[in-house]
């Protein structure tokens, strides 16, 4: 069975460093989102991305965040300066259509 | 008033219990309705996805949409231990992409 492929499952980063996480798409799906989950919390949006541009963002999705396919291939995350507080889960999903959401197995992120 | 509410629980039923797991909402707009199904330090799981109000069922799994008591439902018949996980309620509205905004999740445990 496809599934939406995340790497890696665990990073861990100081504070200040750029982190970029990895998302391998289910074939043919056409729309990409992130999500994260502190832990202990709810699983939060963060962005939704489709025809190679973002449709929608949340406001944690601020000027430290972006998203890209730079192969046509892999959907990436790309947090520039890292903080404390971005430690999380954050779950890569994708669907063919707008009305789905196959997730990912999250990429741990720890912001020491 | 949180938009979208759920018992955290625990909550624990004997093998072969009839599950009940519930969430309430605020926002009237929403109109698609998921269950997703998450194990520790997993991906969420899509168990079941309706559209507007009514039943859905799915082999063991029933989804019901209450709109007029912005209120659904998720009901697991003859449970497993392997049922033991956290479920999350998702929704989103009918328009634009799918941002979905999560439930905090119920635990369950099935114990043999």
């Known amino acids: 069975e496809p599934e939406v492929t995340q790497t890696p499952s665990h990073q861990v980063t100081q504070m200040g460093q750029e982190v970029i996480l990895r998302c391998v798409p289910i074939?043919?799906?056409?729309?990409f989102y992130w999500y994260r989950q502190i832990l202990g919390q709810k699983v939060e949006f963060l962005v939704s991305?489709?025809?190679?541009?973002?449709?929608?963002k949340s406001e944690i999705f601020d000027d430290q965040f972006s998203v890209e396919r730079p192969d046509g291939s892999n959907f990436t995350l790309k947090i520039r300066s890292t903080k404390l507080e971005d430690s999380a889960m954050y779950f890569c999903?994708?669907?063919?259509?707008?009305?789905?959401?196959?997730f990912g197995q999250g990429t741990r992120l720890t912001v020491v | 008033q949180k938009e979208v509410e759920q018992d955290p629980g625990p909550l624990s039923v004997p093998e072969g219990a009839i599950v009940s797991l519930n969430c309430t909402y605020s926002?009237?707009?929403?109109?698609?309705f998921m269950w997703y199904r998450q194990y520790s330090r997993k991906g969420p799981e899509l168990l079941m996805y309706?559209?507007?109000?009514g039943n859905k069922e799915d082999g063991r799994f029933t989804a019901q949409v209450d709109k007029s008591s912005k209120y659904i439902s998720l009901f697991i018949r003859d449970s497993q231990p392997s049922d033991s996980a956290t479920y999350l309620c998702?929704?989103?509205?009918?328009?634009?992409?799918?941002?979905?905004?999560f439930g905090t999740g119920t635990r369950l445990l099935v114990s043999p």
């Open positions: 999903a994708t669907g063919r259509e707008n009305t789905e959401a196959f």
């Open positions: 074939s043919n799906h056409l729309y």
């Open positions: 991305f489709y025809n190679n541009e973002i449709s929608e």
């Open positions: 926002n009237s707009a929403f109109q698609y």
């Open positions: 309706t559209y507007s109000s």
């Open positions: 998702a929704m989103r509205l009918n328009t634009g992409f799918q941002k979905l905004v």
